[in-house]
């Protein structure tokens, strides 16, 4: 019994750490390829992969206080930067964290509605021809989105969430797969697109050499930052239960998220580069890479909503969890802040009232800034960037360190330094292409006017 529960947390664990990781930003993971070609694609896919496991092997470590097994536990991010590091760190991992949370609510918001559409124009090109205009608006679908993130955001905690957790991981499987298997339909049956080494060709893929380096540093960023999962991962230890001690359970879950996510990574940007080439397409299911079998392609796109459900929620949990314990510690002594009002007989839900209101308002809030901003994925490709490397890489090596008391330039401490100054390098140069893509977005703006 005892090995069977164990067995239920690593799972539960990786589920999480699976529908925070894999979002429907693997479907454009074959444009990514395309950029870099067939060497540096998934030599870098790879390498994004060994780092991120390793980082967030290292925070886990630094769940509990001086020591990983009997320390204090530490609940939040911020909380285990402050054990260890203090001052003005802090208020950068909180900064860093909580703007790329925000962040990525109103961008899973965005890109659910896309899916959502594309599932009316999949239908559209099959009635009428893949030449038919099929243009629709989103602001429909992100109001829907927006509703049923009203009622989901009424579950507690993390610990409620294992379902919709594991619910959104076979979500992301499933249309993982069949991006994988239209690929290599697609591969084996031809037509396919020209593939090279390298990637794109100045004068025949891209205008010119500038643009290509854009496109290069901006695909880079995108296969980094699709690894990200550091700024939820404490959250998601939290929810493990002891013994055997939580590091050594989460470090099965990080193995299990971080080689399925890579498994698919890799063949969905592989077999889609094989399939398209250089012209691949943003997004092989909401870009139309594929038009038939429509049925497939509408059962994938519904897949990504559902994912998206479960994952806006993973997100937004710690940002609930940080205004309620806020509010909770401002006035201990109010109902309206701490009474819970019992819905089923068993006790299992139950409402309250700050919960309700604070929790609505976020929703409503980050759905009118999606709709305000549609081009809100370019703006959230430069936070993640931002976040990227403290999040991921800075902090959980710092705090590693300052806990194992590693030796200023030993071997060890070079290599940690060496991971940190190299993912730095990758942020700034991901930062720069993001402002460019803003930019460029900018021209083109027409508020509350966008059309799939």
Known sequence: MASS????????????IITAVIGSGVLSLPWSTAQLGWVAGPVTLFLFAVITYYTSVLLTDCYRSDNPVTGKRNYTYMEAVESYLGGWQVWFCGLCQYVNLVGTAIGYTITASISAAAVYKSNCFHKNGHSADCGVFTTMYMVVFGVSQIFFSQLPNLHEMAWLSILAAVMSFSYATIGVGLSLAQTISGPTGKTTLGGTVVGVDVVDSSQKVWLTLQALGNIAFAYSY??????????????PAENKTMRKANLLGVSTTTAFYMLCGCLGYSAFGNAAPGNMLTGFGFYEPFWLIDFANVCIVVHLVGAYQVYCQPIYAAVENWAAARWPRSGFVLREYPVLANGKFSVNMFRLVWRTAFVVVSTVLAISLPFFNDILGLLGALGFWPLTVYFPVEMYIRQSKVERFSRKWLLLQSISVLCFVVSAAATVASIEGITLSLKNYVPFKTKL
């Open 5 to 16: 529960s164990i067995a239920r947390t690593v799972w539960t664990a990786g589920a999480h």
């Open 230 to 243: 550091s700024m939820v991962l404490i959250e998601i230890q939290d929810t493990v239960k002891a013994p």
